[in-house]
């Protein structure tokens, strides 16, 4: 008998509550050096359950250099749309 276990990979799990992820988007906000900067339209995927948010590699590699470019502003609190930066 052959198992076929593909399909299970195909369902993300939430590692907090096993709840199903889903794309979407979000707002994450970020401390960076004392100030806020809260990033909007972020693609992640959500947790349908529990509603925890994480980005895909690709995501986190972009919304650093966001940070980066950030850290110079003397703004104390940054608002930022993820396809505008
Ligand atoms: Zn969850």
Not at 11 to 31: H, N, Q, S, W
Not at 45 to 70: F, H, N, P, Q, W
């Amino acid at each position: 008998m052959v198992t076929e276990r593909q399909e299970i990979n195909k369902v993300k799990r939430c590692p907090l509550c096993d709840g199903e992820m889903r794309d979407g988007i979000t707002a994450i906000p970020f401390l960076v050096s004392e100030k806020v900067v809260v990033i909007k339209d972020v693609p992640a995927e959500i947790c349908s359950e529990c509603g925890e948010a994480y980005m895909k590699s690709s995501v986190v590699d972009k919304v650093e250099s966001v940070l980066d470019k950030l850290e110079a502003l003397h703004s104390e609190m940054s608002v930022v749309h993820y396809a505008a930066a």
